[in-house]
Structure formats: C-alpha cells, structure tokens
C-alpha cells in the first residue's frame, strides 16, 4: 500500500490558490462529535478544536462555518449550539451561532458579517436534503445550493471525515463557487500521503467502533484491494464476526443485524487467512467487569471489551506487525474496567516499531486520555473515510476538489 496506489494526491486547490481577503467563506468542517447518550452534551471536542485551525487563518474573510451532527433518529443527532461555544474558546474571534441552515435568519445573519466574524450554521442535517447523497451535478441543483450560494464568494471544504459523503453541502458547491481545499483537510492528506509512503508489511488493521455498517463495506474494499495482511475485529464488529462465525446469541442492538451477520459470513468465506477472531469478551455483571469465553456465551448483556485471551492475542499480532492502523476503540474505554482492550492494545502500538495510524475521533480521544497519542506515527480525526481512502475508493469530496482544479484554477 503505497502513495502511488491510491487514487488521490494533493495536487487540489488550498488556501493559497484563492484569494479569501475579505470575502464571505463557506467552510464545510466536519465537527461531528461523540454525545453523551444521558447528558446530550458533547463527549470530546477534538474535531472543534481542530477545525479551529483552519478558522484562525482566515481572520481576514467573513467565515460562514457548516457541518453535520449525528443522523437523523439518533441520540446524537443535536444543534450546533455547543459546537460554537466551544470553537469560540479555541479561535479566540468573534464567534456566532444561528438556529437555522437556510432560512431568512440564517441568511439575515451572513449578510451582516464582518470581517474576521465567524458565524455557525446549525446541524446541516436539519435540512432534509443533507442526508441524501447526488451527483456533483445534481448536487448544485439542490435547495440547499441554490439557496445559499449567492451569499458566499468561496467554498472550502475542510471536512475530511466526511469525506465518503456525497451530501449536498460537500460536492454541491463546486459548479458554482470557487472552491478549495481546507488547510486542516490539506495538512491531513499530506501528511497521511507521506505515511503511505513508507509503510512496511505486515500490515494490521484494528477494526472496533460503533458504525458496523460502514465498517464492513470498508472492510470489504480493503481486503478486496489486499493491502492489509491482519484483520482484528473488536467491539461490536467482533461480534457480528463471532455471530457470523459461530452462531452466538447475543445481543447487539443493531437494525439489520441479519444483514450484517451474512455479510460477515461472506467475508469469513473469502479472507479467513487475514480475519482474527476474538475469542472471548467483557461484558458488566452487579457494576463488575465479567470475563466469558465464546462457549459460555448466552448473554443478555451487551458486550463492553475484548476479553483478556483477545488482548493477548491480538497484543502478539501487533507485535509482529510493520504497520498498524487503529480505527474505532476496542472497547468501551471511558467506562471504569472496560478500558482495559483498548489500553492494552493501544499501549502495545504505542511502544511497538511498527508505523501506527491511528483514525477517528472515539480513538483520538481514548489516545489522549491514556497519555499516548504522541507515540503514534499519523493521527486523524477521520473515520470511515481514512478507511475508505486507504482502499483506494473513490470519495466524493475529494471527486469535488478534483472538479474544483479543473473549474477554478486559473480563477484568484
Ligand atoms: C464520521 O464521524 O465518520 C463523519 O463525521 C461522518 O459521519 P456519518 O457517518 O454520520 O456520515
């Protein structure tokens, strides 16, 4: 896995290309962030903070900032109105939020911009539009485009997480605005380019998280593209391979699960050299972590780690491996005695030779917490996307920066 194999360099336009000196910016970030299910209020603010980069260099331009929050239905799918609470502790500007996407107060609220202010549009997910996926083409037609892109000059899409999203507020701005690529964004793909460069086989990919979905379609380019040699399922995902595998009675709370499970049994049947199972899991019995092998496993509890046997495991394959990539946290890492899976393996990167990457917010988070995140060769915020990027699949957002080249280049 190399550079060269994959289908995106950083040959797009930047910051530098366009001239944002006083002009009205629409930064797609992507500042999407962990919720507490009890509390509704936001579990880490790493993608703020980074975002916050971006926005600090555009103190000259009028920044009109837009991301999404969570999907529709879902616990975390809230306003912006802490998000820019908190961006204005870390931009340290003026920092403005509305209550609306597209509406007259939200449009009110672009005009009367000045330079250096920030303005934050609430969750982009609150317009219908935004949770489906176009064309580019289709995508400028939109109401949300149409709607809005006489209020801006430029578009800078900064969000690399989103990055497999074809929604209209990535690739629907850049028929009609001059658009570029965000310095957060640019840092980012450069910086994982160079890592692609150099990793060394081979080459394991740790695989927990919550979004089974996406996992398992990465999962599939990945292995189908054979860049990875090791898979080490964890969390939900290892037990949708164990369900797939042995046929468990577990639960996992997961819609479709049926689905899940025969697309786990495909990919048992093609890959079984590179898949490693889990082999035993934590779950919580009276407040007190309980270790269960897969024989004892009837459970009514949800599972919360990898079991002991796993980590050691799985600490082994890591040990043998060149490169590492982490994406999603073993296990449930903020809960006392459930951290154990992701601390352990987590160490076990961190002191290893191998080339680590480490993607998504849960994991950044569980890095920071644990005193590592410094020890790692390439950190992202990015998710589903890095793994996707990784596979050499086409992401839309970089497919609009493609497009943005072409259009805008010779435009300042
Ligand atoms: C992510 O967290 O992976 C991105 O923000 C994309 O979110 P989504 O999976 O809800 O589209």
Redesign the pocket.
């Known amino acids: 896995m190399t550079g060269e194999h994959l289908p995106y360099y950083v040959e797009f336009l930047t910051m530098d290309d366009l001239d944002l000196t006083g002009k009205t910016v629409f930064l797609r970030a ?1 500042i ?1 962030s962990p919720v507490d299910p009890n509390t509704g209020h936001l579990l880490n603010t790493i993608r703020i903070r980074e975002a916050a980069m971006t926005i600090r260099e555009l103190s000259s331009s009028k920044v009109v900032v837009g991301s ?1 929050q ?2 529709v239905g879902s616990y975390d799918f809230v306003s912006l109105r802490e998000h820019a609470e908190i961006l204005k502790g870390y931009v340290g500007r003026n920092v403005r939020f509305i209550d609306d996407v597209i509406g007259p107060a939200a449009r009110e609220a672009i005009k009367n911009l000045k330079q250096g202010d920030v303005l934050v549009l609430d969750n982009l997910r609150f317009v219908a539009e935004e949770n489906f996926e176009f064309s580019i083409e289709e995508a400028s037609k939109t109401h949300m485009i149409k709607t809005l892109k006489d209020y801006f000059d430029v578009c800078i899409l900064d ?1 690399f ?2 990055a ?2 074809a929604n209209p507020s990535i690739v629907g701005f850049v028929e009609v605005l001059p658009t570029c690529a965000g310095r957060l964004l640019t840092q980012e793909v450069r910086s994982l380019v160079s890592v692609l460069q150099k990793l060394k086989p081979p080459i394991t990919l740790v695989l927990g998280g919550a ?1 089974v979905s ?1 996992r398992l379609e990465s999962l599939e380019a990945i292995m189908n593209s054979h860049r990875v040699d090791k898979i080490l399922p964890c969390g939900l995902l290892g037990v949708i391979f164990l369900k797939a595998a042995k046929d468990l009675d577990v639960p996992t709370g997961i819609k479709d699960e049926e689905k899940y499970v025969k697309k786990a049994e495909k990919l048992l049947s093609d890959f079984a050299e590179a898949l490693v199972l889990p082999e035993d899991f934590a779950i919580e019995v009276d407040g007190k972590r309980k270790e269960l092998t897969i024989s004892q496993f009837n459970s009514e509890k949800p599972v919360l780690d990898i079991g002991m046997k796993t980590v050691s495991k799985y600490a082994e394959v890591i040990r043998n491996s060149g490169t590492v990539i982490v994406s999603g946290p073993p296990g449930a890492y903020e809960k006392k005695n459930f951290d154990i899976g992701t601390k352990t393996l987590f160490t076990e990167l961190a002191n290893s030779k191998a080339l680590s990457i480490a993607s ?2 849960h994991t950044l988070t569980a890095l920071e917490l644990f005193g590592l995140r410094d020890k790692i060769t390439h950190v992202t915020s ?4 890095l793994i996707k990027f990784l596979a050499g699949k086409k992401l839309p957002l970089f497919e609009a920066l493609k497009r943005a080249t072409e259009k805008w280049r010779a435009f300042k």
């Open positions: 992507d999407n999404h969570g999907r969000a997480p989103a497999h999203r979004k996406d998504g917010a990015a998710g589903g996307a």
